[in-house]
């Protein structure tokens, strides 16, 4: 099993970063796919989830800013996210877990996780 993010980077306040997520080694219909977050002295998070069933959740601070996307023919899912600001700065972790609901949200739902790309907003 592998998961590779990319598509970090530095950007301004208001900006925009589309991350991608390529993985193998796993069937994404048994899986839901997580997006996370980990910032300076703090724990990580869930930014985003799309779950087996194609639906996606987000938590309040990125809800409207940050949206999923997922091309199975690729093997990879996406995170857009837009108007960024500075405390979107963080190491941002894509994850997969045979988890459902809510659960796609937690660190402790998920399974398999990608080495992470970071992206800093100043």
């Known amino acids: 099993v592998q998961l590779v993010e990319s598509g970090g980077g530095s950007v301004q306040t208001g900006g925009s970063l589309r991350l991608s997520c390529a993985f193998s080694g796993f069937t994404q219909s048994s899986y839901c796919m997580g997006w996370f977050r980990q910032g300076p002295g703090k724990g990580r998070e869930g930014v985003g989830a799309?779950?087996?069933?194609?639906?996606?959740t987000y938590p309040d601070p990125v809800k409207g800013r940050f949206t999923i996307a997922q091309d199975n023919a690729a093997n990879t899912v996406y995170l857009r996210m837009n108007n960024l600001n500075p405390d979107d700065t963080a190491m941002y972790y894509c994850a997969a877990g045979r988890s459902a609901g809510a659960q796609c949200m937690s660190a402790a739902g998920m399974t398999y996780w990608g080495q992470g790309t970071q992206v800093t907003v100043s």
């Open positions: 799309i779950g087996r069933d194609g639906t996606d």
